[in-house]
Each structure stands twice: as C-alpha cells, then as structure tokens.
Nanobody, 124 residues
C-alpha cells in the first residue's frame, strides 16, 4: 500500500531552522506532485508549499516565501521542506501530500494521498 512518511519535526526557538522529510516508501508517487500542508490547533489545514513531479518547479503560500524551501530528491523518493527563520505562528502539525494533479493546484484541489503528520512547535 502506498505510504507517505514524514519526519523531522520538533521543538525549536523562534529564528531556528528545521528540515522536514517525506518519504514515498513504496515509490508509488514518483510521477505525482507533492506538497506540504499544516494545521495549527483550532484552525483549518492550510497549504504551505508544493513541488512538481520532477522537482523543477515549486509553489509557496505567501506567508512562507523567502523562509521555506521545498525540494525533491527523485532518486531517494523524498521531498523536503527546509524551514528557516521559524516563527511561533509556524507551530502546527505538518503533513505531506501527493496528487496526480499539477503542483500549483495543490492549494485548491484536495490531494488524495496523505502522510500521518509531524509536529513542529516554535517557542517565542
């Protein structure tokens, strides 16, 4: 069964960095766009960033532009989210998702495949 597994979350202070990883353990999504979403307590899940199937194109929500970078290692079937200059408002559970739709639509079209999430907590 296709599976996305996230890792790399943790507790950090404001201004610190974290790198999240999402591994496609069964190589099921090599031709899918992949992306990152987050859900803070009491809020709806929101789109963060996405990357095309070949890793060549990225798309970000405005609030993370310049701080977060999404990348993809196609050989390792892994997508990364490098998060720099973290802020307390970045605190959330971060989810990885995969979709056959174009990567730039991930913010508006629900993805069919999801990981279990990893917690990121940023203290002030």
């Amino acid at each position: 069964q296709a599976q996305l597994v996230e890792s790399g979350g943790g507790l950090v202070q404001a201004g610190a960095s974290l790198r999240l990883s999402c591994t496609d353990s069964h190589r099921a999504f090599s031709h899918y766009a992949m992306g990152w979403f987050r859900q803070a307590p009491g809020k709806e899940r929101e789109f963060v960033a996405s990357v095309s199937w070949d890793g060549e194109r990225q798309y970000y929500v405005d609030s993370v532009k310049g701080r977060f970078t999404v990348s993809r290692d196609t050989a390792e079937n892994t997508v990364y989210l490098q998060m720099n200059s973290l802020k307390p408002e970045d605190t959330a559970v971060y989810y990885c998702a995969a979709t056959p739709a174009p990567h730039q639509t991930m913010g508006s079209v629900k993805s069919p495949y999801w990981g279990q999430g990893t917690q990121v907590t940023v203290s002030s």
